[in-house]
């Protein structure tokens, strides 16, 4: 089991900025690839950002290129997700998720993962 807990949401005007970090314990964090996914009021779960075991490869939702960044620093068994450029429509519950893999690729379908976290609330006020 991998548990992950999820911090760093909160209120922010448009145009802002939050850093999002996800903890995970419970297993060897390097040997999870990793990925944010968000779900507005009404909507499904939608993919936002994905990074293998390494932190070498990442991927993002083309609503968010350019303007969010995820990382990882495995000797701290921590993910982020640092957001720029907020826009009402980021308004959601952030989640993290975790997935074992042996090789190195990037995974972003949601079906895909095993762990998820709790989520954590970003609110982009206009």
């Known amino acids: 089991q991998v548990q992950l807990v999820e911090s760093g949401g909160g209120l922010v005007q448009a145009g802002g900025s939050l850093r999002l970090s996800c903890a995970a314990s419970?297993?060897?964090?390097?040997?999870?690839?990793m990925g944010w996914f968000r779900q507005a009021p009404g909507k499904e779960r939608e993919f936002v950002a994905a990074?293998?075991?390494?932190?070498?490869?990442?991927l993002y939702a083309g609503s968010v290129k350019g303007r969010f960044t995820i990382s990882r620093d495995n000797a701290k068994n921590t993910v982020y997700l640092q957001m720029n450029s907020l826009k009402p429509e980021d308004t959601a519950v952030y989640y993290c998720?975790?997935?074992?893999?042996?090789?190195?690729?990037?995974?972003?379908?949601?079906?895909?993962?095993?762990?998820w976290g709790q989520g954590t609330q970003v609110t982009v006020s206009s």
């Open positions: 998720a975790a997935v074992f893999r042996l090789d190195m690729l990037v995974i972003t379908t949601a079906a895909n993962y095993d762990f």
């Open positions: 419970g297993r060897t964090f390097s040997n999870y690839a």
């Open positions: 990074i293998n075991r390494s932190g070498g490869s990442t």
